[in-house]
Nanobody, 116 residues
Framework: QVQLVESGGGLVQAGGSLRLSCAAS????????MGWYRQAPGKQRELVAA???????NYADSVKDRFTISRDNSRNTVLLQMNSLKPEDTAVYYC??????????WGQGTQVTVSS
């Protein structure tokens, strides 16, 4: 089974940057896509960015041109570079793996807090 561990969250001032990392272990060859979701207090969990096995990416409109998702296959990791952070980016960020067959896998979440 796939296990996901996130790291890189923290407290940052508006305009600053953070890089989130998601390390995958287990049956990683069965994953069709990976991504980052976030959930702010009182809000629905939303897709932030995703990357497919083939390298295609998509982003939420609110983070386009500020966030970049990438992968490092040699280390079985997915990265989310977050630049020009805004207070509205404050949320718990969850790594997500979409298997070709089977149940979605979620990381434990990492808190990102952006101060004004």
């Amino acid at each position: 089974q796939v296990q996901l561990v996130e790291s890189g969250g923290g407290l940052v001032q508006a305009g600053g940057s953070l890089r989130l990392s998601c390390a995958a272990s287990g049956s990683i060859f069965s994953i069709s896509a990976m991504g980052w979701y976030r959930q702010a207090p009182g809000k629905q969990r939303e897709l932030v960015a995703a990357i497919t096995r083939g390298g295609s990416t998509n982003y939420a409109d609110s983070v386009k041109d500020r966030f970049t998702i990438s992968r490092d296959n040699s280390r079985n990791t997915v990265l989310l570079q977050m630049n020009s952070l805004k207070p509205e980016d404050t949320a718990v960020y969850y790594c997500h793996a979409d298997p070709i067959v089977g149940t979605d896998v979620w990381g434990q979440g990492t808190q990102v807090t952006v101060s004004s």
